[in-house]
C-alpha cells in the first residue's frame, strides 16, 4: 500500500515525517500519507537524526517532530554562490550540529539553538 499522490511536491521521508507541498506551503506527511504538522512554511527539509528539520518562513529555523519551533526561523541555510555547483550542500543538522548563516556571518548551531563558538566569515561543512 502506498501513498495517494495528492501532494505537489514530496521530499524523502526520515523519523517517519516527510515534507510535502500542499499548494504553495509546506507541511509534513506520516508513514499513512496524513498531514502531522500543517503546510504553514515557505520551504521546508527533511528531518536529521537529530529529530529537527529545517523549515523556511521568511528565513529558516527548525522545527521538532511535533512541529514546534525549536530555532527561530532567522537565518540562512544554503551558502550559494558559484561554488555550490561543485559540490552538495546539505541543509540541516549534520552529527549534531547545523551550518547558518546569521547577518554576514556563518556558524554552527547545536540542536539547543545556541551556537558553537563563534561567528565567521565563512564557515564550511565538515568533511571525512
Keep these: 500500500m502506498g501513498i495517494e ?6 521530499k524523502a521521508f526520515y523519523n517517519n515525517l516527510a515534507p510535502v ?5 509546506w507541511g509534513f506527511i506520516d508513514l ?3 498531514l502531522v504538522i500543517e503546510p ?8 536529521s537524526a537529530d529529530g529537527l528539520a529545517p523549515v ?6 527548525f522545527i521538532n517532530i511535533s512541529g ?11 551558502a550559494g554562490g558559484i561554488f555550490s555547483i561543485f559540490k552538495d ?3 540541516g543538522f549534520i552529527n549534531g550540529l547545523a551550518r547558518v548563516k546569521y547577518g554576514s556571518d556563518w556558524g554552527f548551531l547545536k540542536p539547543d539553538g545556541q551556537v558553537l563558538g563563534q561567528w565567521y566569515q565563512n564557515a564550511e561543512l565538515f568533511q571525512k
Design 68 to 78: 514546534k519551533l525549536i530555532i527561530p526561523t532567522k537565518y540562512g541555510i544554503t
Design 21 to 25: 507541498l500542499v499548494g504553495k506551503k
Design 56 to 61: 523556511k518562513e521568511n528565513d529558516w529555523g
Design 40 to 47: 504553514t512554511f515557505n520551504d521546508a527539509e527533511v528531518f
Design 5 to 10: 499522490p495528492k501532494f505537489d511536491k514530496a
Design 89 to 91: 550542500d546539505q541543509k
Design 32 to 34: 499513512k500519507g496524513t
